[in-house]
């Protein structure tokens, strides 16, 4: 019983009937659109271009009448995995990822410094916006009309 309270904060793979513009659209656009999505997301470097993918999908979320608490309660159960990955990195680039990046703080081999900051908080926004884009295109799109449009 244990693993259904668990499943109830993870709105991946859940249809959510709004009766949306987004909900309507062909299952194909809806998968080339978050293939294109996804692409982005992955290939953008800057913190400034991942802000502007964060917006793209609030705008998205609004387009399909989701409820926002609804959409971010789905990074709820992924918040650990966002803090180990975000200490990790902290802890393992030091200076190895940009030796003329000023440092921000030292304590004996552990050396945080602006670049690594920087790639920490790209990082963190990258794995939040690929869980919108993955949560809103499987809460707009049925099961069938997904396996229809592929």
Known sequence: MSEFELLRNITIGQYLPTGSYLHRLNPQAKIVAAILV???????????????????????VRLGRIPPSYALRGLIPAIPFL????????????????????????????????????????SAARF?????????????TRITELTHGI
């Open 128 to 140: 939040v916006e690929l869980l919108i884009v993955t949560s809103v295109f499987t809460l707009s």
């Open 38 to 60: 996804t692409a982005a997301v992955s290939f953008t470097p800057t913190l400034v271009g991942n802000v502007c993918l964060l917006v793209a999908c609030a705008v998205i």
């Open 83 to 122: 803090v180990i990955l975000a200490v990790l990195q902290l802890l393992l680039f030091g200076r190895n990822f940009d030796p003329t990046s000023p440092v921000i703080f030292q304590w004996g081999w552990v050396v945080v410094t602006a670049a690594v900051g920087r790639v920490v908080l790209i």
